[in-house]
């Protein structure tokens, strides 16, 4: 335990041992780190949420009972701790519903589309982070200019829009996960636009064209406050153009609304045994070593099973051929991690047509996470009582094993083992 939230600690520095100076112990600190972090989590949605004109009174009244559950000396239980730890999973599930009714009533119904990915001859801009207000915005300011905007990293599904897609500026995506920006920035010869997290310290090759927006920021960037890309453009069109240089493409666009219109069809196949399971596979993406079981994973996952994949997890496991099932493909992109409220409509939907619980349907839920978006869905999925759920590659620091435990015995919860097929076949066998 290390706890330095209030003067009374360990010599003044921090209770670093269990239970600390005012009796909270390590399990306690680990449930308050984990409110504290799904919240964080929730806020980023709610802020995007809030800037397509939804938000919830709820909501903001739970925020403040929650912070104010994390102080000291106000609560020493784990149960209730836990409960409220379910109520940010609830009102997280509340948040992503008007995310997602925002996203859909500002930019039209998704659908599913292929999308150029690579760069174009002419002056270009790079856009990435998951704010696609920002992206619509920067789009009126370039048109009638040459400018090609592009997406990377979880912007990719700002093209399943039929705004996005209609528009003439937008021409493709560029880059994968957050983690390879450093690398992809400093190839890209224009400016590139940070809507939100998932933005590095830039090094000196790509620092003077890095812009950011609102609470977005780094050192030497350039923050934008105000909605006015005017910089942004000045500097796509001063600049070194983008090269003719094309690397394929890929299809997604399969939003909760696109499976959904699909859900009969979807019944009908699983009840004449033409699907053999659903795989959700997806999530955050990181650096660290271990997350090429997402890979091994999906790769090996029956012919006649579909995976829903969302979040940057995704470019872990898109650059394979998984081919077509029942003449749709295998590997169906649902979205950003913004997009997590599709995966549980879906699911939610599927349930309810087979007259049966969530945990009843031939459904597998393996999840990479990172950071605290990964968690506020996390605690979201338990709210909702699914179980059996596969989370890695490492389990999260600030949860206690005696807190895990717990979470196992209740939720059957489940770390990534060392060998993905052998998982998978223990899947499939349940």
Same mark, same amino acid.
């Given at each position: 335990m290390h706890c330095n939230q209030c003067e009374q600690t360990f010599r003044q520095t921090a209770c670093v041992n269990s239970p600390g100076t005012c009796g909270k112990d390590a399990d306690v600190q680990s449930l308050q780190e984990t409110l504290l972090y799904g919240l964080k989590g929730m806020a980023a949605y709610a802020n995007h949420a809030r800037r397509l004109g939804k938000h919830d009174e709820t909501v903001s009244a739970f925020i403040e009972e929650a +912070?104010? %559950?994390?102080m000291t000396n106000v609560n020493f239980d784990l149960e209730s701790l836990l409960e409220m730890c379910l109520k940010c999973g609830e009102m997280n599930l509340r948040v992503m519903q008007l995310l997602d009714e925002g996203h859909v009533e500002t930019f039209g119904k998704p659908a599913p589309i292929k999308v150029k990915e690579g760069t174009q001859a002419g002056p270009g801009i790079l856009v990435t982070g998951h704010d696609l207000l920002d992206l619509w915005d920067l789009l009126k300011q370039v048109e009638g200019t040459a400018i090609k905007v592009y997406t990377h990293g979880e912007? +990719?599904? %700002?093209?399943?829009?039929?705004?996005?897609?209609?528009?003439?500026?937008?021409?493709?995506?560029?880059?994968?996960?957050?983690?390879?920006?450093k690398r992809e920035f400093a190839a890209f010869p224009g400016p590139v636009l940070g809507t939100t997290n998932c933005v590095l310290i830039p090094p000196q090759s790509y620092s003077g064209r890095l812009f950011t927006t609102r609470a977005t920021a780094v050192p030497n960037g350039q923050r934008l406050t105000n909605g006015d890309f005017s910089p942004v453009i000045a500097a796509a069109?001063?600049?070194?153009?983008?090269?003719e240089q094309p690397t394929g493409e890929s299809t997604i666009g399969f939003h909760r609304t696109v499976l959904l219109d699909q859900a009969q069809t979807i019944v009908d196949a699983v009840k004449a045994?033409?699907?053999?399971?659903?795989?959700?596979i997806g999530g955050c993406d990181g650096a660290e070593k271990g997350r090429n079981y997402f890979t091994d994973y999906a790769q090996a996952t029956p012919p006649d099973s579909f995976i829903l994949t969302l979040g940057c997890g995704k470019f872990r496991i898109r650059d394979h051929d998984y081919g077509e099932h029942l003449g749709l493909p295998r590997l169906m992109d649902m979205g950003q991690c913004n997009d997590a409220y599709g995966a549980i409509a879906v699911a939610a939907a599927l349930a309810k047509a087979f007259n049966c619980g969530v945990n009843d349907l031939p459904l597998t839920l393996v999840i990479s996470w990172f950071e605290q978006k990964a968690i506020a869905v996390f605690l979201t999925m338990l709210h909702l009582g699914i179980r059996g759920i596969t989370l890695g590659p490492n389990p999260p620091a600030f949860i206690t094993p005696n807190v895990f435990k717990i979470l196992q015995e209740r939720?059957?919860?489940?770390?990534?083992?060392?060998?993905?097929?052998?998982?998978?076949?223990?899947?499939?066998a349940a």
């Amino acid at each position: 335990m290390h706890c330095n939230q209030c003067e009374q600690t360990f010599r003044q520095t921090a209770c670093v041992n269990s239970p600390g100076t005012c009796g909270k112990d390590a399990d306690v600190q680990s449930l308050q780190e984990t409110l504290l972090y799904g919240l964080k989590g929730m806020a980023a949605y709610a802020n995007h949420a809030r800037r397509l004109g939804k938000h919830d009174e709820t909501v903001s009244a739970f925020i403040e009972e929650a +912070l104010f %559950a994390t102080m000291t000396n106000v609560n020493f239980d784990l149960e209730s701790l836990l409960e409220m730890c379910l109520k940010c999973g609830e009102m997280n599930l509340r948040v992503m519903q008007l995310l997602d009714e925002g996203h859909v009533e500002t930019f039209g119904k998704p659908a599913p589309i292929k999308v150029k990915e690579g760069t174009q001859a002419g002056p270009g801009i790079l856009v990435t982070g998951h704010d696609l207000l920002d992206l619509w915005d920067l789009l009126k300011q370039v048109e009638g200019t040459a400018i090609k905007v592009y997406t990377h990293g979880e912007m +990719l599904p %700002a093209h399943m829009y039929p705004k996005f897609s209609g528009h003439p500026n937008l021409a493709g995506h560029y880059g994968g996960a957050w983690q390879d920006q450093k690398r992809e920035f400093a190839a890209f010869p224009g400016p590139v636009l940070g809507t939100t997290n998932c933005v590095l310290i830039p090094p000196q090759s790509y620092s003077g064209r890095l812009f950011t927006t609102r609470a977005t920021a780094v050192p030497n960037g350039q923050r934008l406050t105000n909605g006015d890309f005017s910089p942004v453009i000045a500097a796509a069109l001063a600049g070194p153009p983008c090269e003719e240089q094309p690397t394929g493409e890929s299809t997604i666009g399969f939003h909760r609304t696109v499976l959904l219109d699909q859900a009969q069809t979807i019944v009908d196949a699983v009840k004449a045994g033409k699907i053999s399971r659903f795989f959700v596979i997806g999530g955050c993406d990181g650096a660290e070593k271990g997350r090429n079981y997402f890979t091994d994973y999906a790769q090996a996952t029956p012919p006649d099973s579909f995976i829903l994949t969302l979040g940057c997890g995704k470019f872990r496991i898109r650059d394979h051929d998984y081919g077509e099932h029942l003449g749709l493909p295998r590997l169906m992109d649902m979205g950003q991690c913004n997009d997590a409220y599709g995966a549980i409509a879906v699911a939610a939907a599927l349930a309810k047509a087979f007259n049966c619980g969530v945990n009843d349907l031939p459904l597998t839920l393996v999840i990479s996470w990172f950071e605290q978006k990964a968690i506020a869905v996390f605690l979201t999925m338990l709210h909702l009582g699914i179980r059996g759920i596969t989370l890695g590659p490492n389990p999260p620091a600030f949860i206690t094993p005696n807190v895990f435990k717990i979470l196992q015995e209740r939720y059957d919860l489940r770390l990534t083992g060392a060998d993905a097929q052998t998982d998978l076949r223990l899947a499939m066998a349940a």
